[in-house]
């Protein structure tokens, strides 16, 4: 645990806050830990990396509020606040890519895309990228539906978008894991009897 005296103004009694583009305490205490630059870390795991805000967080010993919170009481700021770092607007991106390129399955273009589950949201599944195929409402309908066809060929669409995606980011030690876990996933559900 740090030792950490937060400055106190005299006249009023309260907390100053930390300036902007200087770092927090605690921020600079995980940097020797880690032996990292939470700026540098921040723009290769989570902006280009693959790290969600969770597991980003976890990895430098805060919570999630505390680096990207955008609204917090008291005037406090987050950390991408303080350093005034980039923020990473993913489902936008993702969006406008899917539309432009249509439907995942069928390759309709210039309709209204939906967000189709591979695991479904009442089985539990998540609306993480694995999880989600961009389709048209018909190939959406014809997969709830469990056509064999349309779902091998979501199988193989998820496997192949998301080992692509794996191997364009930077290989570390936690990437055969991950792989191994996406394509159990993939695999795993939707299976016919």
Not at 6 to 19: A, E, H, N, S, V
Not at 83 to 111: F, M, N, R
Not at 134 to 148: A, T
Request: charged share 35%; net charge positive.
């Amino acid at each position: 645990m740090s030792k950490y005296f937060p400055k106190i103004d005299p006249k009023t009694g309260r907390f100053l806050p930390i300036p902007n583009g200087e770092k927090p305490p605690k921020m600079k205490e995980m940097e020797k830990v880690l032996g990292l630059i939470f700026e540098d870390d921040y723009n290769e795991k989570y902006l280009k990396g693959n790290l969600g805000q969770k597991r980003f967080a976890n990895r430098w010993g805060v919570t999630k509020n505390q680096i990207f919170a955008n609204k917090m009481r008291g005037g406090r700021r987050s950390w991408v606040q303080m350093l005034d770092l980039e923020k990473k607007s993913k489902i936008k991106v993702e969006q406008e890519t899917s539309h432009a390129k249509g439907c995942e399955i069928c390759g309709e273009k210039d309709i209204s895309l939906d967000r189709a589950h591979w695991k479904e949201n009442v089985k539990g599944g998540s609306s993480r990228a694995f999880n989600i195929l961009n389709l048209c409402p018909n190939c959406h309908r014809k997969l709830d539906r469990k056509d064999r066809e349309i779902t091998e060929k979501g199988r193989r669409v998820l496997l192949f978008r998301e080992v692509k995606k794996i191997f364009e980011n930077k290989i570390t030690e936690e990437t055969p894991q991950e792989l191994l876990s996406i394509c159990e996933h993939i695999i795993s559900n939707r299976k016919f009897e």
